[in-house]
């Protein structure tokens, strides 16, 4: 079975799961049971959050030191596209973790024409998950990452709750353990705006998950 096959069949399964949900629960929300069913993928415009399949120890940097923006780009982009691409969902991809220069809070100063405000942040199965992008950090989660898809697991943040860099950042991700450094992460089960980014400190020779946005310059929700 190919990666692109695997994805795929992935998606189907976790459809499946909230269609599972919706049918034998008759106090089904909106957040929780989204009206898209007709597609695998969801209708309305949006900022959409995923995690990568792959889990990855504290050296990020992995087109090489200074570069870790760079290589957490190529990461989301790398992953990502084997979904997003081949449903025509979303094209542009950044990565939901705080560096040096780019605090995930401030994305907007390296990808300019992402929008900010407007336009919600949504599951690959359009689960609403925030408002939008200001409101991603400013207030709790509409709804737990578990909740809307993205499955139960941690990924590195290196930020406080803020969406700033944490002071444990994995020497700004490039510690892969051997300097005994720690990093931040957050856990999709919560969703809390004290808790959800900055859950937890780990050694930077453990591996976690990254969190990636998807989107398409300058879209505006349709809903």
Known sequence: MTRQTAYRFLIILGLAALI????????????????????????????FLFATSRSYNGNLSVLGPERLDDSLNYLCKQEGSLITTTNNLCYKYAPLISTFSTPANSLGTNY???????????????????????????????????????????????????????????????????????????????????????????SCAEFHKILCLCYNPGSNDEN
């Not at 599972?20 to 900022?47: K, M, W």
């Not at 407007?118 to 990452?145: C, H, Q």
């Open 20 to 47: 599972q949900t919706c049918n034998t629960n008759e106090h089904c929300s909106a957040v929780d049971c989204p009206t898209y069913f007709g597609r695998i993928l969801p209708v309305g415009e949006g900022i």
């Open 112 to 202: 300019e024409d992402m929008p900010l405000i407007d336009v919600p942040i949504r599951s690959l199965f359009g689960t609403f998950i925030a408002r939008d992008f200001v409101n991603l950090f400013s207030s709790d989660l509409e709804i737990s990452l578990e909740r809307a898809g993205l499955g139960r697991q941690t990924f590195w943040s290196f930020g406080d709750r803020t969406g700033l860099q944490a002071s444990n950042n994995c020497l700004n991700g490039n510690d892969d353990g051997t300097l005994f450094l720690r990093g931040t992460v957050g856990n999709t089960l919560n969703k809390a705006r004290e808790s959800w980014f900055e859950t937890d400190i780990r």
